[in-house]
């Protein structure tokens, strides 16, 4: 079985390498709040004691070594368990995870962000025979997972009724839109745009006036190459999710109406020049040092990294400022940011896993109420104070040492979780800000993931990354010009005899049984 899935899935690696090309191929704690569920179970992990074996653990990308990090020394102190981490490359982490699972690499735990093209990934590994069936596991070794992990993220991470991957429940937020160079909308004498047509106005300014001092070197829009679909600005036309409701039926983007207004908007700030001219080749890295080294007017930016940017763009500009657009309205009147609900991340077990028992009781320990919580925020009065139902972290030593946390996560407390998580976004004021306003702010411009939940709809997961590649590389290709729009009806009927009908069919079919 695991051969044949492996041949499968070296087709699909080399198949989503191939397209990926043509785009330039992330204690004294016990008085303070929240203090309910999961009950200890140090007793139970003690009777499973003896010889420990080394575990190897694939992680998501991160700046850090994660096995010289602080929470690693900690969690092996508290556990009982010596890890060697890996980690997953930062740009397209799933040609890589691909080749991992299909090639039977060892690792006893591998975690993924959970988004949806990320969940149906890890689905489409579980249908195809690559993970360990984790309902048994945890029914024997897993007490501190039933009680901690919301039964409902458990429910959503189930495979034909089988439990395969520990979910990491989100925190729903905006992660993503606009940055503005403040100092440059001051130089041209502008307000900041809050339609399509103030955006195109100021993109206009900062390439002709210059406001960066970079002649005609000035790009006035920078975005990544593997993100033809710039956020903000697809949500002034309708389309702020992957798949959004219209007219009562989720319908994907590439089928819903609004996409060659879309395209057509674009593709024409692509002509005059208003959106980076080699952002098809651009990475994640490539857009961000074009925006620090004072190139850019506007980038695409998650709010996690305000603090690095800001810190980066100042060294080399100190008289730049930076702000977040306000969700811009298109001609419609249609607005809206995404905002992630679901998944943050799911943590599965590979067959190939030498370990898998000792896995899941990792997992287990570091749901142990006092350990979750000193990985997630450290120690009261060390990393964090606890005043008036509010955590705010000590600094320097909260950043220095759970800066990170987050990605050691497999599973949460979450009924305490989202009260510990305030600690993290108060570390920096600047990053609490840029949160603040992405979401409390323009709160009620989210649109939340309407898929976020969805249980595992075979077709539908079966199909996702093969699709969203389609899609992200054709429109790539129509906005640089190297299709014409006039083939877009050929398009869709590819994307729908290549699993598209089949999956807004069933997408649709659950849908109308989730809305009652």
């Known amino acids: 079985m695991l051969k044949k899935y492996n041949k499968a899935m070296l087709l699909t690696v080399a198949a989503c390498l191939s397209v990926s090309s043509l785009v330039a191929c992330s204690s004294k704690n016990t008085t303070t709040g929240g203090s309910t569920s999961p009950a200890s179970t140090t ?61 039977g690499e060892p690792y006893d735990v591998i975690t993924s962000v959970g988004g949806t093209d990320f969940k149906a990934l890890y689905a489409d590994y579980a249908k195809k025979g690559a993970l360990v069936d984790l309902g048994p596991l945890i029914d024997k070794f897993g007490p501190n997972i039933k009680s901690a992990v919301d039964p409902e993220a458990l429910e959503a991470a189930k495979v034909d009724g089988k439990l395969y991957a520990i979910p990491t429940k989100s925190i729903p937020t905006t992660s993503s839109s606009l940055y503005i160079r403040q100092d440059w909308l001051d130089k041209v004498g502008m307000k900041t745009p809050t339609t399509l047509d103030e955006l195109v106005a100021v993109l206009k300014a900062f390439k002709e006036k210059d406001p960066g001092g970079n002649a005609d070197k000035n790009i ?30 989720l ?45 850019a007017g506007i980038i695409m930016l998650n709010w996690s990294d305000v603090p690095v940017i800001i810190d980066a763009l100042v060294k080399n500009v100190p008289t730049a400022k930076a702000n977040y657009l306000p969700a811009l309205k298109g001609k419609d009147g249609k607005i809206g940011l995404s905002a992630n609900q679901g998944f943050d991340r799911i943590s599965f077990i590979p ?3 030498k370990h898998p028992e000792d896995a899941i009781k990792w997992m287990n320990a570091k749901l142990e109420k006092d350990t979750f919580k000193g990985m997630a925020i450290g120690e009261e009065n060390k ?95 129509l906005l640089f010009g190297a299709e014409p729009l006039s083939g877009l009806d050929a398009f869709i009927a590819k994307y729908k005899s290549s699993g598209g009908d089949a999956s807004v069919k069933e997408v649709n079919d659950w849908y109308a049984t989730a809305k009652k």
């Open 43 to 103: 007793a139970a992990v003690a009777t499973t004691t003896g010889p420990k074996p080394e575990l190897r653990s694939l992680q998501i990308w991160q700046q850090e070594d994660y096995n010289t990090y602080p929470v690693a020394k900690f969690l092996e102190q508290k556990t009982g368990y010596k890890v060697k981490y890996d980690m997953l490359p930062q740009d397209k982490p799933q040609d890589k995870m691909n080749i991992l699972i299909a090639s």
């Open 251 to 295: 319908t994907p983007r590439i089928q819903d109406p609004a996409y060659k207004d879309y395209v057509n908007f674009a593709q024409d700030l692509f002509k005059q020049g208003l959106i980076d001219k080699e952002f098809a080749a651009n990475k994640d890295a490539t857009a961000k040092e074009k925006f620090t080294s004072g190139r």
């Open 220 to 249: 006035p829009l920078t975005v990544r190459g593997d993100a033809p679909f710039i956020d903000n600005i697809v949500g002034a036309f309708g389309m702020p999710n992957f798949w959004n409701n219209v007219n009562g039926k």
């Open 351 to 353: 067959k190939a896993s």
């Open 383 to 477: 990393h964090f104070t606890f005043k008036d139902g509010a955590y705010t972290p000590i600094q320097p030593i909260f950043t220095d040492e759970r800066n990170r946390a987050n990605n050691f996560l497999m599973g949460t407390d979450d009924k305490n979780y989202p009260t510990y998580w305030q600690a993290r976004v108060r570390k920096d004021l600047r990053l609490f800000e840029a949160w603040k306003f992405m979401n409390v702010t323009e709160a009620n411009v989210r649109v939340l993931d309407p898929l976020g939940f969805a249980p595992y709809l075979p077709e539908f997961s079966k199909n996702f990354q093969q699709l969203n590649v389609m899609v992200g590389d054709y429109t790539t290709k």
